[in-house]
């Protein structure tokens, strides 16, 4: 009996509407165009407007859209992995209810929370699920509404973060396609800069907690850069060394989009030419655990069979890391 592996089989994805652009930020903190732009890369972002709706609704209509576009039926899927920053509530999981909302019925559900990681955490978890044997439909969520937690007079985070949600059905493979290997990483040193420092159980929620502003995302954002710059192309390094895998062998680098300087020092330091990276951080900003979902809903349709995916992420706490994986299907 061949070895099961874990591959990709299904995309979905999905944003909001409403387009936040620099231009329009202009008019709301002091900053410009050109600032932005040349020191991330965003041009605009979307924002989830709409009284009572929160992560969910993004997650649901990105499952909505991989299980029309796949034809699949809701009752086969075994488990839903939602990843993400900014679940609807605390306590109450928010995949337990996107599960119940799509009508997978049979399938059991919890929430992965490791910040812009998240994604690429439960690819791992997802795929570990799969190769037991025991599951043979996982449904993995990236959504994010981080316009939730921003604070939009604060220069440093507005201008970055932006809401969406991608999903991807994982399957079993017997042609060796999927999931390949991993490289994942975490660090308690960068608890302090990158939080929302009121809210959890260390910090409940208080007249002057709000007062602070401490229910907004805090960045020190030399300090993230620093880091993430370091770990994001060292672990994308050592995957490509791992599995002796040359800038030739790479067929596209699917990193997270938090900042262009960072996604274009990862590629470099790979030596991965600058027409295999995936791009779309322009439009979306950084959707935090969405990021990696809407890069393969974007650009499912560049993939071939048997195509090297490098997948590499960063994010709060610190956590980060690289996965390769083998891309499963053609589109026809």
Known sequence: MSKITAAITAVGGYVPDFVLSNKVLETMV?????????????????????????????????AKDLLKKGNIDPLEIDLVIMATATPDMLVASTGVYVASQIGAANAFAYDLQAACSSFLFGMSTAAAYIESGRYKKVLLIGADKMSSIIDYTDRATCIIF?????????????????????????????????????????????QETIDAKQ????????????????????????????????????????????NRRIIDATSSRMGVDESKVLINIEKYGNTTSATLPLLLFDFEKKFKKGDNLIFAAFGGGFTWGSIYLKWAYNIE
């Open 162 to 206: 932006g809401d969406g949600a991608g999903a991807v059905l994982f399957e079993p493979n017997h042609e060796g396609l999927g999931l390949q290997d991993e490289v994942l990483r975490s660090d308690g040193i960068g608890r302090d800069f990158l939080k929302m420092e009121a809210g959890g159980s260390m910090l409940p929620p208080s």
């Open 30 to 62: 002091d900053t410009n165009d050109e600032w932005i732009t040349s020191r991330t890369g965003i041009k605009e972002r979307r924002i989830l407007k709409g009284e009572g709706l929160g992560t969910s609704y993004l997650a649901i209509e990105a």
């Open 215 to 258: 229910h907004f995302v805090f960045q020190d954002g030399k300090q993230v850069y620093k880091y993430a710059v370091t770990g994001m192309a060292d672990v994308s390094e050592k995957i490509m060394q791992r599995n002796n895998l040359t800038h030739d062998d790479v067929n596209w680098l699917v990193a997270h989009q938090a």
